[in-house]
């Protein structure tokens, strides 16, 4: 069985910021607040659900010296991004 207590973790170390929005993108404060929680969250969760900006080789630099992992930030690069359309901009629930 494998060990899902990373997602309680994660909860708890991150705030209610998350609370509700599991579904949603990753904003970029959202992702700063996960590395310096020193939360071990698995990479692949920012591939499944994706984030709301493209992260600047700057932002990566922050992001690693403040301890982000080469998987997480390999993960971060090759996260799904919303694709511009005509529609009407998605509801956030924060």
Partial sequence: MPDNDWALRFLANVGEDFYGT???????GQV???IRSET??????LEQRGID???TEDFLQSLKIAGASEAFLKALRKAKRPQPTGGAPKKRLD
């Fill in 22 to 28: 599991l579904a949603l993108e990753f904003r970029a």
């Fill in 32 to 34: 700063r607040k996960i």
């Fill in 40 to 45: 071990s969250v698995p990479p692949s969760i």
């Fill in 53 to 55: 900006f493209a992260p």
